[in-house]
């Protein structure tokens, strides 16, 4: 995947979006992850996921679009464990 950062604010925001990427699924990817406080040693992050499937894919996107979600699932809860750990 090739990336392009749109933007960067260290400890409040991080966006980027795909060039060019392996995977034949979708032509055009974007992420963005916003960190806002939550209280006393508390954070809450609000990631924005976008995509455009290829037009070859968009018929299939009833059967598609839940195997992304529990992709992105298991990546927050990857992201909550990683953060967990360095809490401490």
Do not use: C, N
């Not at 392009?4 to 409040?12: E, P, S, Y």
């Not at 290829?54 to 299939?60: A, M, N, Q, S, Y």
Request: proline share 7%; aromatic share 16%; net charge positive.
């Amino acid at each position: 995947m090739i990336e392009h950062f749109v933007a960067w604010d260290r400890g409040l925001r991080l966006a980027f979006f795909a060039e060019k990427m392996t995977t034949p699924l979708v032509s055009a990817f974007f992420e963005d992850y916003v960190i806002r406080p939550a209280g006393p040693g508390r954070a809450e992050l609000v990631w924005t996921v976008a995509f455009e499937p290829r037009l070859v894919f968009r018929p299939l996107m009833f059967a598609i679009r839940p195997r992304f979600a529990t992709m992105f699932d298991q990546a927050a809860d990857a992201l909550v464990r990683y953060a967990s750990a360095r809490a401490s």
